[in-house]
């Protein structure tokens, strides 16, 4: 009865990639279903490559399996293919693990990393069994929850989940064990009840805690339904990294996926300060994690895992204290056991990194990349990525000379006051760095991949008007008639499918309707580009009586609520506000690890610190690093036309 | 031993249950981990991205079970039969690293430059299950069983297969080497079958198209579970298990150098 593995079997004959379903990955778990036991199904609503190497929810599934009182397992969304099939068969989703129908867990929890996933979101619970909108739920039916980056706008899913965590899962998941262990036992009496209760976990989130009311398109308010409801969810935070070294058995995938090596994360959140970057926003403080963990974790996840390359992952790799001791450390180690990789992602634009980097890439030295993400210094200001052009020729030079051909640079377009000579800015640096490279090699080629920028909440940046779709290609098309035959290989990321994460990024709670549109339409599977349409978004729009053009490009002002005011991530409004304003008079900001408190927020309000081994800044360019960052220029754009006189003679917080 | 060639070994291994959805290169993929999780002397290539050396035998498609899959590895060193890091360990060693339901059957030492299992290979042998039904109706055992013969009898069988990306129409008849009906119901038949691999191979489903193509008017089968039992080394009218085909000479005391 409880596994549907008979009937799902024939099935994989008949689909593509088969082996997504199978589960039985070394490090993987086929828990016992205890009645006592409160049964999480984790699921990642992207095909099984792409979410079976999701560092937080194989945190979240060794956690709780190691607990008494819960059992996890884990499903990926199926492929069109075989959701065909399975809604043919009468089939519902179900985990990789024992193959239990997903309708038998207590908790369906989704990771949402990506906007784009929403009707994924929608498509697996449908497939689940369960109502798509919380509110028609009954108390036998899964409870449906979501956690990750995405969440930190919770708005435009609060229709189709009943909670969300807001931050670090690792220490709410047991207290929301805890709630609705609690709550099965005193028979499932009424949803509303355990509802009620998650809801005043710190960092738990239940939408239908709150009423919205509005004042024309806009909020009015946001309000706790009964006085026991924060007015405001704050984000969890672990404090230090040390008392959580997972995932201790990392999933080793059967097929190939992305990401496909042992994943070390080294440390958590980023001060570095860069205005677009939700993810150094939303983590803060700095946590890392002890070097002799980290050494630890590497030798037993190499010899427990077969993998023959790891990864040190965090937000900016090169930051972390004594990077070079340890990767001079890690590499000498296995030179003895042999053919063992390393490999650093988020790599900072200066020599130092190529310094570690070639340290790492003794023989293989075939691409390197560099994110400086705009294309001027001025525009590199504004953004706070403070990446000088000797810096990053200075790094292209070196990676050249040691003998790499290939680089590649990351930008983003349609950044607060982009202009056109910042968008040629990003050919004109593409341009010189073929040229350094062909000081050294004839082969020396440059691939320039160019992002639309997707303002997101909690950040400097969540007040900017996204560009629109036919902005955004007009500056993709002006980039490339720049690019032709230079050596500079462009690539650029749909506008269509900028404008439909704007949509989801700052939506309020009525896109939730629109998003569901575009589900019952057919459109799963929006990351992929092949699946995605914009006109799918436009209709879900229009159905729900709603102006894309209101969300995605309209520039918010200062008083304005926004749709995820009521969640917090620790930063004072003042301080984003704040950092705004400074964005527009292009000042940059340095990186509070090594220089004094600027008081975002985070730190002070929640009572944690930095955990960072060592209090001086890293050799190398940029933040934190003796540049002068004070001077500022002329606003080239009004954006904000009544503001901005005021702004420029701001200077930054001591 | 610095300086020695490596030591080349053939590995034969199940492929039974859910692990059989992944592919050739993930059961590749799968044993070099295996290799590294229990430290075994794997060889590798030289040069700037170093590769292990791992030769494979014949593909089993996606979704077919086998009980005769081989693998061809070297070693850095000859381990030895016996002793805790000798060859008559790696079987179990393997197999606990390995996924659940690949498991290692038997591993030999073989001889340096022995021909690969691609090209060795020359006959393969399979158990077929095969539903049937007659539309509108439904089949007996007889007419399973008349098809089966009439494959036999036909001279050749003009299939269409997919070679290289392109429908191509194929006589499948000449690699049909044996078939007979081993069991057969209502629905399901069971039909042991022994194909040829060389010039021209016929896979399970080559077969079950030709039963449908023999007599269009008889049952239609559809094919079920597929399991490889054996896989042939033919050579000089010898029939060789591939694990016993190339046998490493016995180690000189003397070597010239």
Same mark, same amino acid.
């Given at each position: ?14 689909v593509e990639k088969?082996?997504r ?23 990642y609503p992207d095909t099984y490559e792409i979410g ?24 990926y969304a199926p492929w069109t293919d075989l959701e065909a099939e ?28 990506a906007e784009l996933v929403a009707t994924n979101l929608l498509n697996c ?131 190939e996926v992305v ?190 991949s160019?992002g639309g ?16 779709v036919?902005?955004?290609r007009?500056?993709v ?14 690539r650029w990321h749909d506008p269509e499918a900028s404008f439909a994460e704007?949509?989801v ?13 575009v589900w019952?339409n057919g459109g799963t599977f929006q990351e992929w580009s092949e699946r995605f349409e914009l006109s799918r978004w436009l209709e879900g ?114 | ?24 290169? $993930? =059961? ?5 981990? /295996?290799? +590294?999780?229990?430290? #075994?002397?794997? &060889?590798? !290539? ?56 690949? $498991? =290692? ?5 073989? /001889?340096? +430059?022995?021909?690969? #299992?691609?090209? &060795?290979? !020359? ?42 990306g ?92």
């Open positions: 009865m409880s596994s549907l593995w008979p009937r799902i079997e024939p099935l994989l004959a008949r088969p082996a379903y199978i589960g039985m990955e070394r490090g993987s778990v086929r828990p016992d279903h205890l009645p006592g036991q409160v049964a999480w199904l984790l699921l079976l190497p999701n560092q937080g929810l194989q945190i979240l599934y060794e956690i709780l399996n190691e607990r008494d009182d819960a059992v996890a397992e884990r499903s399975l809604r043919a068969s009468g089939v519902p989703l179900f985990s990789v693990d024992t193959h239990r129908a997903a309708g038998d867990f207590d908790v369906l929890a989704f990771n949402l990393s619970i449908d497939l689940a069994g369960v109502p798509v909108r919380a509110e028609h739920r009954s108390p036998d039916q899964p409870l449906v929850l979501a956690g990750g980056h995405c969440t930190f706008n919770p708005e435009p899913y609060a229709d189709f989940v009943d909670a969300f965590v807001i931050g670090d899962g690792e220490e709410p998941v047991g207290e929301i064990t805890e709630v609705i262990g609690a709550w099965k036992r005193g028979g499932r009496a009424s949803r509303e009840a355990v509802l009620h209760d998650l809801a005043t976990i710190p960092g738990v989130y239940v939408p239908s805690m709150y009423e919205v009311s509005y004042d024309g398109p806009r909020i009015a308010a946001v309000e706790p339904r009964y006085p026991d409801i924060p007015e405001r969810v704050e984000k969890r935070t672990v404090a230090d990294l040390a008392d959580w070294p997972y995932p201790k058995r990392q999933l080793v995938p059967l097929i990401h496909d090596r042992l994943n070390v994360e080294i440390f958590r959140g980023c001060t570095r300060g860069c205005r677009f970057c939700q993810a150094g926003m939303i983590t803060r403080p700095v946590r890392e994690r002890p070097v002799e963990q980290v050494r630890t974790m590497v030798e037993d996840g190499l010899r427990r895992t077969g993998y023959d390359e790891v990864a040190l992952t965090s937000l900016s790799s090169a930051d972390f204290s004594g990077i070079d001791g340890l990767v001079a450390d890690l590499v000498n180690e296995q030179s003895g056991c042999g053919n063992v990789g390393l490999s650093l992602p988020s790599l900072r634009v200066d020599a130092f990194t190529v310094g570690i980097a070639s340290e790492i890439q003794k023989v293989k030295r075939t691409g390197l990349t560099f994110a400086p993400e705009a294309g001027t210094w001025r525009l590199r200001q504004v953004i706070n990525k403070m990446i000088t052009e000797e810096d990053l020729y200075a790094a292209v030079d070196g990676a050249y000379s040691q003998g790499w051909r290939r680089v590649k640079l990351y930008f983003l377009t349609g950044l607060p006051t982009e202009m056109d000579e910042d968008t040629m800015g990003i050919a004109e640096l593409a341009k010189n760095v073929v040229a350094v490279g062909k000081k050294y090699t004839k082969q020396a080629s440059c691939t320039a160019v920028f997707v303002p997101k909440a909690h950040t400097p940046f969540q007040w900017f008007g996204q560009n629109g036919d902005e955004m007009r500056k098309s002006m980039l490339r008639d720049a690019t032709k035959r230079t050596g500079v290989q462009l704007g949509i990024s700052r939506g309020d709670r009525r896109v939730g309707a629109a998003i569901e549109h019952r729009m229009a159905a729900a009586g709603l102006d894309p053009d209101w969300y995605v490009t309209r520039h918010r002002d200062e008083h304005e609520i926004l749709p995820w005011d009521h969640v917090a991530a620790g930063l004072h409004r003042d301080f984003l506000w704040q950092d705004w304003k400074q964005a527009l008079a292009e000042h940059g900001l340095p990186d509070c690890r090594w220089t004094p408190c600027y008081d975002c927020g985070v730190c002070t309000q929640y009572a944690i610190e930095h955990v960072v081994a060592s209090a001086t800044a890293p050799a190398g360019g940029s933040q934190g690093t003796g540049q002068d960052l004070t001077t500022g220029g002329a606003v080239p754009v009004t954006l904000l036309p009544t503001k901005v006189a005021s702004v420029a003679t701001t200077t930054v917080a001591p | 031993m610095k300086g020695d060639a490596g030591f080349p070994v053939r590995i034969r291994f199940n492929k039974r249950g859910p692990v059989r959805f992944i592919g050739h290169r $993930d =059961v590749a993929r799968n044993f070099e981990r /295996a290799f +590294r999780i229990e430290q #075994l002397p794997l &060889a590798f !290539t030289l040069g700037f991205a170093p590769r292990p050396k791992v030769g494979f035998g014949l593909a089993l498609s996606v979704g077919h079970e086998s009980d005769a899959e081989y693998l061809d590895v070297e070693l850095t060193h000859d381990p030895g039969p016996d002793g805790p890091d000798g060859l008559d360990r790696f079987p179990e060693a393997l197999s606990i690293a390995l996924p659940e339901g690949i $498991d =290692v059957t038997g591993v030999a030492p073989i /001889a340096d +430059r022995a021909p690969s #299992l691609q090209e &060795a290979v !020359t006959a393969v042998e399979y158990r077929l299950e095969v539903a049937h039904e007659t539309p509108g109706g439904s089949s007996t055992p007889d007419a399973v069983a008349t098809m089966v013969a009439s494959v036999l009898d036909a001279s050749s069988l003009e299939i269409s297969r997919t070679r290289k392109r429908e191509v129409a194929e006589d499948v008849r000449p690699a049909i080497r044996a078939m007979e009906l081993l069991e057969v119901d209502a629905s399901i038949a069971s039909l042991h079958l022994e194909l040829a691999t060389q010039p021209r191979n016929a896979r399970p489903g080559d077969v079950v198209a030709a039963l449908n193509a023999v007599a269009p008017s008889g049952p239609v089968f559809t094919e079920g579970r597929v399991l490889r039992t054996h896989q042939w080394i033919e050579r000089v009218g010898a029939r060789l298990e591939p694990l016993e085909a190339d046998p490493r000479a016995p180690v000189l005391e003397a070597r010239a150098s």
